[in-house]
T-cell receptor, first 111, second 118 residues
Framework: LAKTTQPISMDSYEGQEVNITCSHN???????ITWYQQFPSQGPRFIIQ???TKVTNEVASLFIPADRKSSTLSLPRVSLSDTAVYYC????????????FGSGTQLTVLP | GAVVSQHPSRVICKSGTSVKIECRSL??????MFWYRQFPKQSLMLMAT?????????EQGVEKDKFLINHASLTLSTLTVTSAHPEDSSFYIC??????????????FGPGTRLTVL
């Protein structure tokens, strides 16, 4: 299983764009990159998933360079309610392989 | 789409009793479900992988006789904590793997169950 490395914590202010970068140097050819958000005492919530280049949905964008050894989750115009832990995971979706959670990034949005 | 529920959301029990937690995929079928445990201020730790119609696969260090997993249907997996002790108090989270066409193929998580053993 590919290991991921993320910053332990980040602070931002309301209305700013936040970029969280994840390193996954040992990503395998079949691995997808998935990001989850977790609030205290809740299960992780799926945010976005991608394989290469750029993926965008209604809540975030995911940027993946050509070598796929890292990825960046971009949250536009964050609000206080975006304060949460964000996890970056890599895994082979085709085989429903287990995901290994790293320490995640605690994002704190300040007023 | 891809909604997963858990029941109960929280449970308090006496030491030595058994507790059953249900995990259901509400709008999709899941041949594979996963059970995680999360202690305060820590990340999720995978306990076991549950496959419909077969025995669960447990991670190293997880006692299979203490944490009984049953995945009897494509929408239901249960985790039974047998003879619970205070050190089993934790936040238990399940996930279900979705390959249905309406949602991204990935794991979708339940809301979690807070277990407190007195």
């Amino acid at each position: 299983l590919a290991k991921t490395t993320q910053p332990i914590s980040m602070d931002s202010y309301e209305g700013q764009e936040v970029n969280i970068t994840c390193s996954h140097n040992n990503i395998a050819t079949n691995d997808y990159i998935t990001w989850y958000q977790q609030f205290p005492s809740q299960g992780p919530r799926f945010i976005i998933q991608g394989y290469k280049t750029k993926v965008t949905n209604e809540v975030a964008s995911l940027f993946i360079p050509a070598d796929r050894k890292s990825s960046t989750l971009s949250l536009p115009r964050v609000s206080l309610s975006d304060t949460a832990v964000y996890y970056c995971l890599v895994g082979d979706n085709g085989s429903a392989r287990q995901l290994t959670f790293g320490s995640g990034t605690q994002l704190t949005v300040l007023p | 789409g891809a909604v997963v529920s858990q029941h109960p959301s929280r449970v308090i029990c006496k030491s030595g009793t058994s507790v059953k937690i249900e995990c259901r995929s509400l709008d999709f079928q899941a041949t594979t479900m996963f059970w995680y445990r999360q202690f305060p201020k820590q990340s999720l730790m995978l306990m076991a992988t549950s496959n419909e119609g077969s025995k669960a696969t447990y991670e190293q260090g997880v006692e299979k006789d203490k944490f009984l997993i049953n995945h009897a249907s494509l929408t239901l997996s249960t985790l039974t904590v047998t003879s619970a002790h205070p050190e089993d108090s934790s936040f238990y989270i399940c996930s279900a793997y979705s390959t249905s066409g309406g949602a991204t193929d990935t794991q979708y998580f339940g809301p979690g169950t807070r277990l407190t053993v007195l």
